[in-house]
Nanobody
Framework: QVQLAESGGGLVQAGDSLRLSCTGSGYSSGYSFSSYSMGWFRQAPGKDREFVAALSWSGTSIRYGDSVKGRFSISRDNATDTVFLQMRNLKPEDTAVYYC????????????????????WGQGTQVTVSS
């Protein structure tokens, strides 16, 4: 498994932007950050964990959840072992704990992404959007 550490959450107003970062470490022998596809999920109080965005090991294959398409952008920098989530035009309904996740399969699954596709999870970072 991979150790993941998220950062960048906070309290913002509706319409603001925020960028989350997630840095990986502690890879198994023979693996590196670029071995993994990466994703972001979020979970609001009383709700199931929701898919936000994911990208393949190279970043060439990207998918977004319907609720964030056109507002959020995922990217990665394999040189610094970091994946980013740029969030724009934030809405109160974006309020949630955001989790970074890694999958040892470097490509995005055809039927996903879903939580079961990912092996490692970060502790989460809170994003709160006020109206």
């Amino acid at each position: 498994q991979v150790q993941l550490a998220e950062s960048g959450g906070g309290l913002v107003q509706a319409g603001d932007s925020l960028r989350l970062s997630c840095t990986g470490s502690g890879y198994s022998s023979g693996y590196s950050f670029s071995s993994y596809s990466m994703g972001w999920f979020r979970q609001a109080p009383g709700k199931d964990r929701e898919f936000v965005a994911a990208l393949s090991w190279s970043g060439t294959s990207i998918r977004y959840g319907d609720s964030v398409k056109g507002r959020f952008s995922i990217s990665r920098d394999n040189a610094t072992d970091t994946v980013f989530l740029q969030m724009r035009n934030l809405k109160p309904e974006d309020t949630a704990v955001y989790y970074c996740a890694a999958s040892a399969f470097p490509y995005l699954s055809s039927g996903g992404p879903k939580t079961a596709d990912f092996d490692s999870w970060g502790q989460g970072t809170q994003v709160t959007v006020s109206s």
